[in-house]
């Protein structure tokens, strides 16, 4: 199969694996990945500048089917020399004294948002974190993005009690969608290459066939019974 296929992700999520499936199965197929920011990414495939995107849910859903993927681990970001250094896990509750910066690009959903409230909202994740590193505040967040911001003066420990953000792929709702989309909700489900939606390989076609017509049955013939032996 020809053609092209755009797939946009937002910062943390790691298409890769999905890209290498996309190049066996579909070889002449280009696959291109592009980064964008959660704030763009439902905008992008709304527009048709991408053909579905890898986001996180809680979010913009309108006018776009979502597919959750898997749940993210919530994690709290602070100084190595922080109070907290020692802990491996903390809740809501040890957090009640501290400011927690809640960046405008946040994606998780808060009834109300945890500890003390900041005195701005840093724009974005990336801003947060310096102001972390610079030993003002707290930061929670999806583990990945802690990972894609990881620094030697951070640590970073699982929040027990807060939201979580769940990644999902996401394309336009329509009432049939093309193959190419199959294609890719197949393949981010990890769906076998037979089982996948839209043109199969001959092998698969012809196993399909006969199981709808399978081959007529072959009679038995009745066993030939055996002359008595005369006796000498």
Excluded: C
């Excluded at 701005?120 to 972390?132: C, F, H, L, S």
Aim: proline share 10%; charged share 25%; glycine share 6%.
């Amino acid at each position: 199969m020809t053609g092209s296929f755009t797939l946009a992700y937002v910062p943390g999520v790691t298409p890769g694996k999905w890209a290498r499936v996309w190049q066996e199965r579909l070889p002449e197929t280009s696959l291109t990945l592009v980064q964008v920011t959660a704030a763009e990414a439902a905008g992008k495939v709304r527009s048709g500048e991408a053909d579905a995107a890898l986001l996180r849910l809680p979010g913009d859903r309108e006018g776009l089917h979502a597919i959750p993927l898997y749940t993210e681990t919530t994690v709290v970001v602070f100084p190595k020399d922080h109070e907290f250094a020692a802990a491996d896990e903390l809740s809501l509750q040890d957090l009640k004294e501290q400011v927690l910066w809640q960046p405008l690009d946040d994606t998780l959903e808060w009834d109300e948002p945890p500890g003390q409230p900041p005195v701005e909202r840093p724009e974005t994740t990336a801003d947060a974190i310096e102001i972390v590193a610079a030993g003002v505040g707290l930061l929670v967040v999806p583990q990945s993005l802690a990972r894609l911001h990881h620094r030697k003066d951070l640590k970073y420990v699982p929040l027990s009690d807060a939201p979580q953000s769940r990644v999902a792929l996401s394309f336009p709702i329509r009432d049939e969608n093309p193959e190419l989309v199959e294609h890719m909700i197949g393949i981010v489900r990890g769906r076998t290459v037979n089982s996948t939606r839209g043109p199969q390989q001959e092998p698969a076609r012809k196993q399909q066939q006969q199981r709808r017509n399978p081959a007529p049955r072959q009679q038995k013939q009745p066993a030939k019974r055996a002359k008595p032996r005369r006796g000498r």
